[in-house]
């Protein structure tokens, strides 16, 4: 069942669309936003989290500068860069604390949460757990996080990284950074050969069935073990 909720920040408030299971209680996912905010891949992702038994939530981090906007990664790439640009990480860390907190709080929740990101929302992912702490979280190839990795040990929760070997947003000098300053912390990374940047965007131009199959099952076990056991 899908729906949307209003979260309540300090300095407003915010929509995010919400994806339930059949039945609860379950544990929850604050799924995070690429550039092109709440769109038609970030709803998919969030009913599919919803089939295998999560609450998930994808909150509209764009909503200070264009609230309600739905970008095409195809037409509408300078207005996607300028949001990424423009977009407040600490404000964005603070929107999905909140978030996460909202989550946490539903009725029909089990008080676990995760928070799984795509892209821009692979980086916060990363700076959630550091900064706020997460019950698990998952990042599909976060682009800049190899610039925070001065934050990594005050990672607090289980954390998961997915990134494509072919990935010109994080190359292999960005790859190694994060491998050599993550794996030794028990962050766990999985590459995938031949995979560029955004693998596992639904019908995106670097779209790969095999390689996002297998992601997303690796995914949904990692939230499994962390949030459901």
Known sequence: ???????????????????????????????????????????????????????????????????????????????????????????????????????????????????????????????????????AGVGYYGARTDEFLGEALAVRGPLLLHLGDQDKSIGPAAQKAIRDRLAPLGVEIRTYAGCSHAFARHNGVYFDAEAAAKANVRTVEFLNQHLCE
Not at 54 to 80: K, M, N, Y
Request: charged residues 20%; aromatic residues 8%; negative net charge.
């Open 1 to 135: 069942m899908a729906s949307s909720v209003e979260v309540i920040v300090p300095d407003g408030a915010f929509y995010a669309y919400l994806a339930e299971p059949r039945s609860g209680p379950a544990a929850a996912v604050v799924v995070v936003q690429e550039a092109f905010s709440v769109d038609a891949d970030l709803r998919m992702t969030c009913d599919e989290l919803a089939s295998n038994g999560f609450i998930a939530v994808g909150p509209d981090l764009c909503w200070r500068q264009r609230p309600h906007v739905e970008l095409s990664d195809t037409t509408d790439w300078p207005q996607a860069l300028a949001l990424y640009e423009a977009l407040d990480l600490d404000k964005a860390v603070s929107d999905l604390h909140a978030t996460l907190e909202y989550a946490r709080a539903m009725t029909w929740c089990t008080g676990r949460v995760g928070v799984v990101g795509f892209c821009l929302g692979g980086l916060l992912a990363y700076l959630v757990a550091a900064r706020v702490g997460v019950d």
